[in-house]
Structure formats: C-alpha cells, structure tokens
C-alpha cells in the first residue's frame, strides 16, 4: 500500500515568490492534515481537513498561506508571498478518521533565499 | 491540551532495551498518550498509544503509571536504525502537539 507522497521534495525559491506544495494522502483516508517543522523543533499543526472541509485552520498564517483540497482527496499548500522565515519543513498527514493514528509523508524542504 | 517533558537526549547500546521517559502531570481524564518517532528526513512514525492501561505492539511496549503522569516507552532490544527523536504526545488524536522529543542515539 503506498504511503502519503509529498512533492516536490526540495524547493528553493526567492523570497517574494510564490510556492505550492502538493500531497496525495492514503487511499480512502478522510482527514488530511498539512504541519510545518522548523528546524530542531516538533512539527506544528497549520491545518486540518476532514474531506473538503478546513475543520482546524487557526494556526494558518491566512496573510500569505493558503489551502484547499477541492475534492477531498489531493491537497495543495501555497505560500504568496514566501519570507525568509518560511524556510522549513512541510509535512502532509493523513488518517482514516478520528481516533486513528496519523501517517505522515516525507515532507517538502523549502528554502527561501 | 497537556503539556509533557522529556529527557532531550538519551543513548543506548545495540541490543539492550532502551527505556524513554515521558511527564505528563496536567493531563485530563480523557487525553491519551501517543508516541510518535522521526528518524532523520523522514515524517514522524506512530509508535503505540494508550490512555490507562499498559500497551503492547510489535515495536514497543507502553507503561503509564497509575495516576497517568507519567509514561515509559520501552524498545525491547534497540537496534542502530531505533536512532531517531522520539515524541511523547498528550491528547487526541485530532490535534497532536509536539513538543522538543527525546533524540535517542543506539550506539553498536
């Protein structure tokens, strides 16, 4: 069974430039979730979905960071304009609804210069 | 949601059992324990999870203490790819807070 694939796996951009990030979640999980892992430090939840819906998106910096995943399944994260502090980690987890453990991708390595 | 503390780094030797300590003195009646390991440029694992009883699967065992303040996730006999951090999450499974982990180094 394949897992959560991630891509790209690496982005390097300059700062001011827009980014997307996409990710395709386990077959027939309903809950996706999107975090954001700086370096040395634990991943941070900046969204939720269950199906289409954004149940959690409180920790989304909604001035520049987006999310949408139109049909329930793929999800796309975008950042317009990328900053200098978005350098990071993005990770995109799934699972098969709640109480259930999540599984997680490889994660995008962004890197704004 | 609780918070917990570990231990930042611990190391083991190849084959012992390595024994990673979680505190979690605030947790409610109704959060459970997670562990979640990340070994390096891969996504966080889970582990195992519990809420009172001890828990056992084909990776680790799970003891939380009787009042639930504390917890012990136990490799039963380490091996150099059980290198990793390893996270120590209390809550539901909906929103998970990670905190800082432990980075274990199982050394030959």
């Known amino acids: 069974e394949a897992g959560v694939v991630q891509s790209p796996r690496y982005k390097i951009i300059e700062k001011k430039q827009p980014v997307a990030f996409w990710c395709n979640p386990i077959s027939g999980h309903n809950t996706l979730y999107w975090y954001l892992q700086n370096l040395g430090q634990g991943p941070e939840l900046l969204i939720r979905?269950?199906?289409?819906?954004?149940?959690?998106d409180s920790q989304l910096p909604k001035d520049r960071f987006s999310a949408e995943r139109l049909k329930g399944v793929d999800s796309t994260l975008k950042i317009q304009p990328a900053e200098l502090g978005d350098s990071a980690v993005y990770l995109c987890a799934s699972s098969g609804g709640s109480g259930n453990e999540q599984f997680f991708g490889p994660g995008t390595r962004l890197t704004v210069l | 949601d609780a918070k917990t503390t570990q231990p930042p780094s611990m190391d083991c030797a190849e084959g012992r059992a390595a024994n990673l300590p979680c505190n979690h003195s605030t947790i409610s009646g109704n959060e459970y324990v997670y562990w979640y390991r990340q070994i390096h440029s891969q996504g966080p694992q889970y582990i195992i999870h519990?809420?009172?009883n001890n828990e056992t699967n084909e990776m680790a065992s799970l003891i939380i203490t009787e009042d639930r303040k504390s917890s012990t996730l136990i490799l039963p006999h380490a091996t150099l790819r059980d290198t990793a951090v390893y996270y120590c999450?209390?809550?539901?499974?909906?929103?998970?807070?990670f905190g800082t982990g432990t980075r274990l180094q199982v050394f030959p």
């Open positions: 999450i209390v809550g539901n499974t909906d929103k998970l807070i």
């Open positions: 979905y269950e199906n289409e819906e954004a149940v959690d």
């Open positions: 519990g809420l009172k």
